[in-house]
């Protein structure tokens, strides 16, 4: 069922004005794909009729619903992979290095989506650097989202997600079938504080932090938001802290204090030496 | 690619073949399953190199580390999609483009 203009429109600045997502035209399909489970659940006939329901009352739930809808994305464990295999060979065992003395490491996922990214992170440490057991870890996962947050908080996984890119030895390691779904053990879920964190409003006290991932998150804002949150992590990064990005995203022409380290597509960045 | 249908049939492709990158193998098969048939490639050591990937209807945990322990290298529930297969084979450090 086709999306008409004018709900596209409706739809698109209402999740502007929410979480300064911009969705430019051409992405009906996105907007499509992602409210019309919604349509189905809540037993409407169609897009209209949804948008027609949110304006008779806009401060109701629908519209948060709404911006749910738009803002969980999809997400797998060891997505991309590169990026992991950099952070195992390279990048934790440097920090663990630098870090010797203090053993503290600070860590930020800052689109957690539904949990895949931060849990293959522990998952990560806790298999290849046994060491850390002694180490203070300040782990914070955080997403726009209350209804993906509950859901990284459960750590609960169908057998399809399942299937996404974990490897299987971890998944004997670090999950129990719970019925027809999987979940992550408590030793795992406990290293993570989970909490809410809208990108483009005022964050939360931090610490600084040692690494941030924030992949596949700064496509979805507008060239001014992207400036204003790379400057708030550059704010945030140790000086030999690294940051993150989708393979899609750059700090180029965005922030120029960033410089994109040579590891294959892993979208790595470090604040410029020097 | 080679096919198949079950596991003596593929013991005996792979004695023709020499050892293959990898094998996906269902558990439920005539003849000779396939946690026998992981079991038989993992005893002959110029396939150590091979991988061998589950591929089976059998999502019970035990299952999974039995079949991890004979020495499979990746286990993969149906129903799956093509992704789903890449994403593990990359697991597996296959190069599927």
């Known amino acids: 069922m086709a999306i008409n203009p004018a ?13 300064a997502i911009v969705l430019e035209k051409g992405k009906e399909y996105l907007v499509e794909s992602r409210v019309m489970p919604l349509v189905h659940q809540e037993k409407l006939e169609s897009i209209e009729t949804l948008v027609r329901k949110i304006k008779s009352d806009p401060r109701g739930s629908l519209k948060d619903a709404v911006i749910e809808a738009m803002t969980t994305n999809e997400t797998s464990f060891f997505r991309d992979i590169h990026p992991f295999e950099t952070l195992k060979k390279v990048i934790i065992p440097e920090l ?125 804002f507008d060239v001014e938001m992207k400036k204003d949150i790379l400057g708030r992590i550059r704010k945030l990064l140790r000086p030999d802290g690294y940051l993150f990005l989708g393979a899609a995203e750059t700090t180029l022409n965005l922030d120029e204090n960033f410089e994109r380290m040579p590891f294959k597509q892993s979208g790595c960045y470090r604040l410029k030496q020097g | 690619m080679f096919e198949a249908g079950h596991g003596l049939e593929a013991l005996e492709k792979l004695k023709e073949t020499g050892p293959l990158d990898i094998a996906l193998v269902d558990w439920n098969m005539p003849e000779m399953n396939g946690y026998d048939f992981v079991c038989e490639v993992r005893k002959d050591d110029q396939y150590k190199d091979m991988k061998l990937m589950m591929v089976t209807t059998e999502t019970e945990m035990a299952q999974v580390i039995k079949a991890l322990e004979a020495g499979a290298n990746e286990y993969i529930m149906k129903p799956f999609t093509k992704d789903m297969i890449v994403e593990k084979l990359t697991i597996l450090g296959l190069d599927v483009g």
């Not at chain 1, 709900?7 to 004005?17: G, H, L, P, Q």
């Not at chain 1, 989970?194 to 924030?214: A, C, G, H, K, T």
Request: charged content about 25%; aromatic content about 10%.
């Open chain 1, 7 to 19: 709900d596209f429109d409706y739809i698109s600045k209402i999740v502007r004005e929410q979480c």
């Open chain 1, 96 to 220: 663990l290095e630098k870090r010797k003395l203090k053993k503290e490491l600070n860590i930020w996922c800052g689109a957690s989506s539904s949990g895949q990214e931060p849990y293959t992170l522990v998952m990560l440490l806790k298999n290849e650097f046994p060491q850390l057991n002694t180490w203070k870890l300040n782990f914070s996962a955080s997403d726009i989202s209350n209804q993906m947050l509950n859901r990284c908080k459960s750590g609960i996984y169908s057998q399809l997600e399942i299937n996404r890119g974990l490897p299987a030895p971890l998944m004997v390691k670090y999950f129990e079938r719970i019925g027809t779904e999987w979940q992550v053990k408590e030793e795992l879920r406990k290293m993570i504080q989970f909490r809410i964190i809208n990108l483009s409003e005022r964050w939360p006290m931090m610490p600084q932090l040692d690494l941030v991932m924030m992949r596949n998150v700064l496509i979805y």
